[in-house]
Each structure stands twice: as C-alpha cells, then as structure tokens.
C-alpha cells in the first residue's frame, strides 16, 4: 500500500483558519494555534451576538417607545395595551422609529390609543 501524505489536507486546513484570522493583531493572524483559538472563539461570539442582537433591539425600541408614551403622559404598558385593544398593528420597531423620527405621527398613535379624535 502506498505511503499517504497528509500535508495537502493540513495545509489547507490551516490556511482556512489563517485566512479567517485576518486582520487580528500579532501573532493571532499568524500563529496558526493562536489563530485557531482567536477564529474559533470568534465564531462562537457571533453565533451567541446573532441571537443577543434580536434582544437588544427590542430593549431600546421599548425604551424608546416608553420615553415618547411618557411625553405624551402614558406608561409604555398602557400604550401598547390601548393600541392592542384598538387593533393597531404596529410592531414595536416602526413604533420607535415614529418615536424617534416622527413625534406628530406619534402623538396621533397615543391619542388614538387613548380613544381620542381630532
């Protein structure tokens, strides 16, 4: 049976893993062990941050939804619950961005939620 090099395989196996650790600092984009540990631990950063980043964004559209309700003297519970009962269906990141980009267009969601017309 013939003598089988690996080195074809390890090779490639190690520029995959260098090339993935390029532009890092130092050895970590040269060291092919430094480099594999810094790729590695990359790689599990941005599959937990993949799934944190839909929660994060929630948080600050409430808080921003919460801050612009409170301005026009509602709580951000009473706001999304009048809207419900209304049958608004807004999501909560278009209602943030009216919040934050469109205050008249808000003021007119928080007095249709109260049950108010002009």
Do not use: C
Not at 35 to 52: N, P, T
């Amino acid at each position: 049976m013939p003598r089988v090099s690996k080195s074809p395989a390890s090779r490639r196996r190690r520029k995959r893993y260098l090339k993935q650790a390029k532009g890092y600092v130092g050895g970590r984009h040269r060291l092919y062990r430094t480099a594999r540990e810094s790729v590695e631990r990359g790689l599990q950063y941005a599959y937990r941050d993949r799934r944190r980043k839909k929660r994060d964004f929630r948080r600050l559209w409430i808080i921003r939804i919460n801050a612009a309700a409170r301005r026009h003297g509602m709580s951000y519970s009473q706001f999304i619950n009048a809207l419900n009962a209304r049958g608004v269906e807004l999501n909560r990141k278009v209602l943030a961005d009216l919040a934050v980009r469109d205050d008249e267009a808000f003021a007119e969601l928080v007095e249709t939620a109260r049950g108010e017309s002009k």
